[in-house]
């Protein structure tokens, strides 16, 4: 598929291992992957970090370790979603411990999913649908003329918020 067409994710993860499993899995996918160690060089990439050297990278979705040393998961995820530049961009936290409240957090503060590791394909293949209703989101927000097309055009765009 060709590069300008994939969907970008960045995943972060501590884990060598990890990353090098969900970057496989996302690439098995046809994504295009940016994989980093920390939640820290996300932010630099993402244009967060307050570092007049950072790259502020395009990308379509996150997908981040929870646990991690010196920033978690859900730490990223709040930063993410306090942008008014990022906050529409989905983040799907990963982790291997299965605990309900942590869970329950993340999804109430703005996780698109929450994914028991270790990540299979069959997880990765949940993503797309985060990623399309987050390009129509985008669509209806750049394209104000859709919503004269169409009586209905207004409502399906609100359905997408």
Not at 154 to 161: D, E, K
């Amino acid at each position: 598929m060709d590069p300008q067409t994939q969907f970008h994710v960045l995943a972060v993860d501590d884990s060598i291992i990890d990353r090098k499993l969900i970057e496989k899995l996302l690439k098995t996918s046809s994504f295009h992957v940016t994989a980093v160690d920390s939640p820290n060089k996300a932010l630099e990439l993402l244009g967060l970090s307050g570092n007049e050297n950072e790259l502020g990278m395009k990308v379509n979705m996150i997908i981040t370790d929870y646990s991690m040393p010196g920033m978690t998961g859900y730490d990223l995820l709040k930063k993410i979603k306090e942008s008014e530049k990022l906050k529409d961009i989905p983040v799907v936290i990963m982790s291997s411990e299965n605990i309900p409240s942590r869970i329950s957090r993340c999804l109430e503060d703005g996780a698109e999913d929450f994914f028991l590791k270790p990540v299979q394909l069959s997880d990765v293949d949940k993503l797309k649908p985060y990623l399309l209703r987050s390009k129509f989101r985008n669509f209806c927000k750049f394209q104000p003329s859709f919503l004269d097309w169409s009586p209905d055009a207004g409502n399906l765009c609100q359905s997408c918020v």
